[in-house]
């Protein structure tokens, strides 16, 4: 077959597909183009820089590795970006450097053409309106510096970043971010408006969760001044909408609210929404506010992994003056995995247990309150049963793994069980090496390297690990 630019990139579609999340594939790989094809060099069309750069810091080892396996050793990837146009039509050239990875961005990006009727007036704004100053309803706590990335987070919170920096003038519009309950949905939503209410004090934002938007609007019902409710909304510059899930079943304020929100997107307004569950998932909502939804970016926000909740203890603790040994951090990490809200919690009781009880915050005493917490207490995972499993599933001997031997099977078995200790226990990377053979914590780092980079490229891999991590769970 004919290597033409789209049966190239469609064959690397495929590998990176089966390589990274649904949701990260839908958001940063189907929007691009394959444009042409010259040599051995595919030059491919990205929406915005911001696309790019994304692209670049998080997936250019994919990309390397995809493009290589598809033109050869020779193969070279190059970016056309897209940049909005101003007000003049013309075109835009990024001079971008390569990177050194074989990924350029050079070419000259192609300029969107945006057709806008200025004689057209708005009938709902009211002269000086917008010199009334609007409390933003903002809690001034919630900062993205306040928020702990972490990989669960990562892209809702990249992209709450590019929204504060130019709300209403990025590709994310509306920006909607879901996730389960605890998981940092309204900070981090709020945390864009501070930022934005910091770089940009003249902007109008508000915050204003969806039952409080219900009630405005059927006390404006009850007192006959509609209008005014819908040229007070219809005049803000960034709108923070939360848990729009609630809308389900209020069809009135559903269709308020559809058309406010045409309003504010056709004006270059920003919208911010956050949700329960994904817009495909939602029930109780039209269709046609449904596929608005859709028009921009649509985050998730994950359960935290252990790192990340980690981190996210010891930031409140330092926000709250506080010491705390590792040891007990790291605990109480473990034991509470569902959700943000659920780990602060904890760490506020254990405070208030050791004040009043005049107790010093050791293991023994996050044992004692975690009971409270901790439904089923299950029992803690060791590395030697981790070693046993995973020399059981690849059918090699237990004693082997913590030779010297560099057999292929053996070095397999070992860096997986590494990667499982350092995932599935409480042990220090130092531990962890001094289990395996008496090695040093860099050989953990790299094992544990290895294996996610494999995760990344290597389907047969990735699934012989999720197999074992579910005989882990049903331990």
């Known amino acids: 077959m004919e290597k033409t630019c789209t049966n190239v990139w469609n064959s690397c579609l495929q590998i990176i597909k089966d390589n990274i999340p649904a949701q990260s594939f839908k958001t940063w790989f189907e929007p691009i183009k394959a444009l042409r094809m010259e040599g051995s060099v595919l030059t491919?069309?990205?929406?915005?820089?911001?696309?790019?750069?994304?692209?670049?810091?998080?997936?250019?080892?994919?990309?390397?590795k995809t493009i290589k396996k598809q033109l050869g050793d020779e193969g070279r990837l190059e970016y056309n970006i897209v940049v909005e146009q101003s007000?003049?039509?013309?075109?835009?050239?990024?001079?971008?450097?390569?990177?050194?990875?074989?990924?350029?961005?050079?070419?000259?990006?192609?300029?969107?053409?945006?057709?806008?009727?200025?004689?057209?007036?708005?009938?709902?704004?009211?002269?000086?309106?917008?010199?009334?100053?609007?409390?933003?309803?903002?809690?001034?706590?919630?900062?993205?510096?306040?928020?702990?990335?972490?990989?669960?987070?990562?892209?809702?919170?990249?992209?709450?970043?590019?929204?504060?920096?130019?709300?209403?003038?990025?590709?994310?519009?509306p920006l909607m971010i879901y996730g389960g309950v605890g998981l940092g949905k309204t900070h981090l939503a709020q945390a864009i408006g501070n930022e934005i209410k910091r770089t940009l004090p003249d902007k109008l934002v508000l915050y204003v969760s969806c039952e409080k938007f219900t009630q405005q609007f059927v006390d404006a019902l009850k007192?006959?001044?509609?209008?005014?409710?819908?040229?007070?909304?219809?005049?803000?510059?960034?709108?923070i909408m939360d848990d729009v899930h609630n809308f389900a079943g209020k069809e009135k304020t559903q269709d308020f609210f559809f058309h406010i929100f045409n309003h504010l997107h056709q004006s270059g307004k920003q919208l911010i929404i956050t949700s329960d569950k994904a817009?495909?998932?939602?029930?109780?909502?039209?269709?046609?506010?449904?596929?608005?939804?859709?028009?921009?970016?649509?985050?998730?926000?994950?359960?935290?992994?252990?790192?990340?909740?980690?981190?996210?203890?010891?930031?409140k603790i330092y926000q709250d003056g506080i010491e705390l040994s590792n040891e007990?951090?790291?605990?109480?990490?473990?034991?509470?995995?569902?959700?943000?809200?659920?780990?602060?919690?904890?760490?506020?009781?254990?405070?208030?247990?050791?004040?009043?009880?005049?107790?010093?915050?050791?293991?023994?005493?996050?044992?004692?309150?975690?009971?409270?917490?901790?439904?089923?207490?299950?029992?803690?995972?060791?590395?030697?049963?981790?070693?046993?499993?995973?020399?059981?599933?690849?059918?090699?001997?237990?004693?082997?793994?913590?030779?010297?031997?560099?057999?292929?099977?053996?070095?397999?078995?070992?860096?997986?069980?590494?990667?499982?200790?350092?995932?599935?226990?409480k042990s220090s990377l130092k531990s962890i090496g001094h289990f395996f053979g008496g090695r040093d914590h860099s050989t953990v780092i790299y094992a544990c390297q290895t294996v996610e980079d494999l995760i990344d490229t290597d389907k047969k891999f990735k699934g012989y690990v999720a197999d074992i991590q579910k005989k882990l769970k049903m331990s």
């Open 223 to 239: 007192h006959n001044n509609i209008n005014d409710f819908v040229n007070f909304y219809q005049a803000i510059d960034v709108l």
């Open 44 to 64: 491919i069309q990205v929406p915005s820089l911001f696309f790019y750069e994304w692209l670049e810091e998080h997936y250019v080892g994919l990309l390397r």
């Open 328 to 425: 007990v951090v790291e605990y109480v990490a473990h034991n509470i995995d569902n959700n943000v809200r659920e780990l602060e919690g904890a760490m506020v009781s254990l405070l208030a247990q050791s004040t009043l009880n005049r107790k010093e915050i050791d293991l023994n005493l996050a044992k004692q309150m975690l009971k409270n917490f901790v439904k089923n207490s299950a029992k803690e995972i060791s590395m030697e049963y981790i070693q046993s499993l995973v020399c059981e599933y690849f059918e090699v001997p237990i004693e082997m793994v913590k030779s010297q031997t560099r057999k292929r099977e053996i070095v397999q078995a070992r860096q997986i069980s590494m990667y499982l200790a350092k995932a599935h226990t």
């Open 87 to 173: 007000s003049s039509p013309k075109p835009y050239t990024t001079n971008m450097p390569s990177n050194g990875n074989g990924a350029e961005a050079k070419h000259q990006s192609m300029p969107i053409p945006i057709s806008i009727n200025k004689d057209i007036k708005n009938p709902f704004v009211i002269p000086g309106l917008k010199k009334l100053n609007v409390d933003p309803q903002l809690n001034r706590n919630y900062t993205f510096e306040s928020f702990v990335e972490g990989d669960c987070n990562r892209l809702a919170r990249s992209a709450g970043y590019a929204v504060a920096a130019k709300p209403g003038g990025t590709s994310f519009n």
């Open 279 to 315: 817009p495909k998932d939602l029930a109780g909502l039209e269709e046609r506010l449904l596929s608005r939804f859709k028009w921009g970016l649509s985050a998730d926000l994950q359960v935290p992994d252990l790192e990340t909740r980690m981190a996210i203890l010891k930031n």
